[in-house]
């Protein structure tokens, strides 16, 4: 069944416990050397002590939607609790879950999900030991039933062809034994996340609030006119939640589509005596699956044949114990890993009738992620939150004063509260609206939405991702990625096509089809070769070792060792070759050196290089008993030939690594292959300039980098760039040293043993069509295509998602700074505010939910590739950014306390009635305020370039929310007066409201002429804290 966790993966395959503990520590040092910035974790691995002390330290409104996207730290130490129940229990939680599941239907069919009736009239095999089989793996009931071949009968399957591809067929297998699925977690309604909105704590105070005003107005008042005032409040809040609760259901809908791509694993299957790709969801009872090293095992299932199978069943036994498997012992397990060899296997058992499905179907949760990003922008968040309450805390004391002591006047110039003379009800209502007032100032001041933005803008870039061949199992990769400034890339498969063979169809690694091709052009009949030996055991492909060996019996008296792999170290084995006329000759040194410049003659071709080579063996001398165990011969070899094999660079390679390069990513070429041979694949994609750079330390041999001690390692690391003969371990030393020399380092592998360099790297790409499951569970990114291509457009992406939040960062200041100062000041000197509570929240809409939509969905632009890489503790607001935020909020607040205090006067409006002309101003102000933040989406867009309307036309989710709340802006002014306390403005004022809007284009086009220092602003503040600290460390030492 396929993985749905999403937890960490184990830095290897059966790794011991003291490398984790190491890792773990490495975290807590990493963790004091950075501070106590509890809104600093790292961006894979992070603790849950780490994670906890950010979530104390965050100012939160709504914890339901600001934690949802999150890590349930609580939840994850039950799943923990309950894979160890689940281990130890397994058939009593079967029967419970089962039963639950079944309700009403008979016990024994809902025990096994498998149909009794329909069971006995197709299939003749007898249910209960079926079911012992998969449970209790019993090797008497195995016999019973004849073995694999016997059950294989019974299921009318056949071992060498499989079952067969009819879809009917298909149909009634699945409807009998079951699927290969398991209950999933029911789909969240939109009324959950309505739910989850209206749990904000501002917007329930205003709602009680809004309750008060509404009974106390219509009392006072009367109903007709009484419930507009409490009314609009409702009405505005409901809007926030229905717009809010919207787009967050949107985005859970994408989330869920990713993560059920994730589980979808692709697996091959032998149906109708034909290999073909299959979903592990489609697989079915008497299926025949192929197994090799680094696959999941599927389903449960029998072993029919294999040759070093190795089983690494930690994930259902919780124990770092590799189990091997043959004959003697033919069960497997759900839900395992293939740690090493190949063989083939049985499906017998598949879905909840699995200990693996029962386990995915208790554990079938959503898994939330934060990723440092996000909590940067808690951190962000809370800062300004702490300001915002407190000139909220502020404005409220300085309202609630002057409108008590009589310094608060109504519209028509009388005093508003009047000590002994006015009622107590009509007090409590002046009260509670200069409550809402505050309250209103602290959900625009308080930004909840910024670090939501992030989980908004990469569901996007994820769903885009996927379009461009990238899927992501980790959230924090996306961010991550745009920070790289190496990648460590494999050739064969991602630099090259990986595409060797011809056109005959043949089944294996891209080298055997293109060496099984080869022999078919030439003639060879391999089933006359097949049928006159037989295997006796297989030593698969070693990466250490560069070779893989298989004993074959040719004859009674004849067994040959043959082996295949890397040609130089192959040929150091042989000490004869076989000649032509099938003599064989002695391998003499002269003979050796030709051989030797016929290899490299062809890595220089940028041919890779595979030799095939033999010794005859004694049949006495194979081992009868512990056959798994034999190491076969691999010295005294018989060399039989050398081929060369064309493995072209893929189309478009080589410009992906020159805008790489132009983007401050250095591209490493990290491969098994000749060191010559990547020589001359990194000349043709670009990766090394000249010959004359083709030397070490720029080229280097795995070997030789890894005897070097690790100072000398990270010496010359940086000068690094192209690998040869370099094995799994090479390019995690690799990685480590890369990263010790602060680089942020991404890395491509596809095999098992590559799993612990992208687990170390700190974006793992595994690829989607080459990789094994473990490299995939082990990695951040899965490349569905595996192309660099695709890599490069993950690093635009990555770049993109950072840029997003800056750029929505950057528009929600400016709000907060204008609408804050604007409030505070009108209300400290007047004693009122000219943007009510209703209006305020419409900004925060504006600001918020529909702001982030607008500008954190932005597609990557071709400008991104031509900046550096972004420092991960480069601060989120540039100095760049800061210029634009005060150029544009200091010309809003100059502009709109201007009309705040002398607008009767400037809008000629000193001939209406007092309450009309201050109705009148206020609305103008209103209005003025939000086409200022319309206009100012656009310059948004653009922190650092001139034209702001560059392909903006492109992006039709921005334009269609610039037309909606202009629309909506509108509506308000000219038909929701009532509401939102509002006059009808004429033309002129509306022509002047966009005129102020629009003055902030040329503004912030000649902004952008001002200088900024390289240096951030924040340091200078960061400074004068280390200067102080320092002497008070002095002072505490010379107490102590």
């Known amino acids: ?165 009819d879809e009917d067929e298909l149909l009634q297998r699945r409807d009998i034994f079951g699927a290969n699925t398991y209950p999933r977690k029911k789909r969240r309604s939109i009324w959950r996340f309505v739910f989850e909105a209206c749990q904000d704590l501002t917007l329930v105070i205003l709602m009680v609030a809004a309750a008060i005003s509404l009974s106390l107005g219509m009392a006072t008042e009367g109903v007709k006119d009484g419930w507009y005032d409490g009314g609009s409040i409702f009405f505005a809040v409901f809007l926030v939640v229905f717009v809010t609760a919207t787009s967050d259901y949107r985005q859970s809908l994408q989330f869920q589509h990713l993560n059920e791509e994730k589980q979808n694993i692709q697996v091959e299957v032998i149906r109708g005596g034909k290999r073909i790709g299959a979903s592990i969801f489609d697989l079915v009872v008497g299926d025949v699956v192929p197994l090799k090293i680094g696959d999941q095992v599927p389903a449960d299932g029998i072993l029919i044949s294999g040759h070093s199978l190795a089983i690494d069943e930690s994930s259902m036994t919780g124990e770092s114990k590799i189990v091997h498997k043959d004959q003697r012992a033919p069960f497997l397990m759900s839900g395992c890993k293939v740690a090493d060899g190949y063989g083939s296997m049985l499906v017998t058992g598949v879905g909840t009738n699995t200990e693996w499905g029962m386990l995915m179907a ?122 790289a400034t ?103 040194s002269s003979k050796h050196r ?73 591209v490493r070429m990290v491969t098994g292959d000749n060191v010559e041979t990547a020589k001359a694949i990194a000349l043709e994609c670009g990766i090394l300039d000249t010959k004359d750079a083709a030397s070490e330390p720029s080229v280097i041999e795995g070997k030789v980098f890894r005897d070097m001690s690790e100072a000398a390692r990270e010496e010359i690391v940086e000068k690094i760039t192209v690998m040869g003969r370099s094995s799994p371990h090479d390019k995690l030393l690799l990685v480590q040293s890369l990263k010790r020399k602060g680089h942020v380092v991404a890395v491509t592998g596809d095999g098992t043993n590559d799993a612990p360099a992208l687990h170390e790297a700190d974006i793992g790409l595994s690829m989607g069509i080459s990789g094994t499951e473990v490299a995939k569970e082990s990695s951040d990114i899965i490349i569905l295509d595996d192309d660099f291509t695709s890599v490069v457009k993950v690093v635009r992406w990555g770049r993109s998602v950072y840029a997003n939040i800056q750029k929505f960062i950057q528009f929600q200041l400016t709000v907060n700074v204008a609408a804050l100062v604007i409030n505070v000041v009108a209300a400290v000197s007047s004693g009122d505010v000219p943007l009510n509570a209703v209006e305020l ?25 031509k900046r550096h890489p972004v420092g991960r503790r480069e601060p989120l607001v540039t100095n760049i950014m800061w210029r634009n935020l005060f150029i544009q909020a200091l010309y809003q607040i100059a502009v709109l306390l201007i009309f705040n205090f002398d607008g009767k006067r400037i809008l000629h409006l000193q001939n209406e009635s007092r309450e009309h002309a201050d109705k009148m101003k206020n609305t103008f102000v209103f209005n003025a305020f939000v086409f200022c933040q319309i206009f100012n989406e656009f310059n948004a867009r653009k922190p650092e370039e001139k034209n702001v309307f560059k392909g903006v036309t492109n992006n039709h989710l921005f334009m269609g929310i610039v037309g909606a709340t202009t629309g909506l802006q509108i509506l308000i002014i000219e038909f929701l007066g009532k509401f939102f306390d509002t006059a009808r403005l004429n033309w002129r004022l509306w022509m002047l409201s966009v005129a102020i809007g629009a003055v902030s284009w040329p503004l912030a086009y000649l902004g952008k002429f001002i200088p900024v220092p390289v240096r951030p602003f924040q340091s200078y503040f960061k400074r004068c804290s280390c200067r102080r600290r320092p002497r008070q460390d002095e002072e505490q030492g010379g107490k102590s």
Not at 489 to 509: M, P, Q, Y
Request: charged share 25%.
């Open 486 to 588: 190496t990648i460590c890339s494999d050739k064969t498969g991602t630099l090259t096509t990986n595409k060797d063979g011809g056109a005959a169809e043949v089944t294996g690694s891209p080298t055997e089809k293109a060496i099984l091709s080869w022999g078919l052009m030439i003639g060879m009949d391999f089933k006359d070769v097949r049928s006159k030996s037989s295997i006796i055991h297989v030593h698969p492909f070693n990466s250490e070792k560069k070779r893989g060996g298989v004993a074959v019996q040719v004859s009674d008296t004849e067994v040959h060792i043959h082996w295949k792999g890397a040609a130089e170290i192959l040929l150091a084995s042989c000490r004869s070759w076989l000649s032509t006329d099938g003599s064989v000759q002695p391998m003499s």
């Open 362 to 483: 208790n554990l079938s949760v959503d898994v939330g992620e934060e990723t440092p990003l996000q909590v940067r922008l808690n951190g962000v968040a809370t800062l300004i939150g702490i300001v915002g309450l407190s000139v909220a805390a502020a404005v409220l004391v300085v309202l609630w004063i002057r409108y008590f002591t009589g310094h608060t006047k109504n519209s028509d110039g009388t005093t508003q509260f009047v000590a002994g003379t006015t009622g107590v009800k009509q007090g409590f209502m002046g009260a509670i609206r200069i409550l809402t007032i505050a309250v209103t100032i602290v959900v625009v001041a308080v930004p909840e939405g910024l670090p939501l933005a992030v989980t908004l803008t990469l569901a996007y870039s994820m769903r885009k991702m996927m379009r461009d061949k990238a899927l992501v199992r980790r959230l924090s990769s996306c961010e991550t990625m745009g920070s």
């Open 1 to 165: 069944m396929a993985s749905g966790t999403g937890s960490s993966p184990p830095p290897e395959i059966g790794a011991p416990a003291a490398a984790v503990a190491e890792e773990e520590l490495e975290q807590a040092v990493e963790g004091a050397e950075e501070g106590e910035d509890a809104f600093d974790i790292p961006s894979k691995n992070a603790s849950h002590d780490r994670l906890r002390r950010w979530r104390q330290a965050a100012l939160v409104l709504n914890a339901s939607r600001r934690f949802r996207y999150t890590l349930d730290l609580e939840r994850e130490e039950e799943k923990e609790n309950l894979k160890r129940m689940i281990r130890a229990h397994a058939q009593v939680i079967r029967a419970v879950f089962l039963f639950k599941e079944a309700g009403q239907k008979n016990l024994g069919e809902s025990y096994t999900s498998i149909k009794l009736e329909t069971l006995s009239q197709s299939f003749p095999v007898d249910l209960k030991k079926l079911t012992m089989l998969n449970r209790d793996h019993d090797p008497i009931i195995f016999q019973e039933v004849g073995g694999v071949r016997g059950l294989s009968d019974l299921l009318k399957s056949n071992l060498d062809k499989g079952v067969s591809p």
């Open 594 to 666: 030709e051989f030797k410049k016929w290899i490299d003659d062809m890595a220089m071709s940028s041919l890779r290089c595979v030799a095939f080579a033999y010794c005859p063996w004694e049949p006495k001398m194979v081992p009868t008993e512990s056959l798994d165990k034999w190491k076969l011969p691999e010295d005294d070899l018989t060399l039989i030939g050398v081929v060369g094999i064309k493995d072209p660079c893929r189309p478009g390679v080589r410009n992906a690594v020159q805008l790489c390069s132009i983007a401050g990513v250095k």
């Open 841 to 865: 929240l419409w900004v925060n809409l504006i600001m918020d939910t529909l702001g982030a939509l607008a500008l954190a969905t932005e597609p990557p632009i071709d400008n991104l590739m």
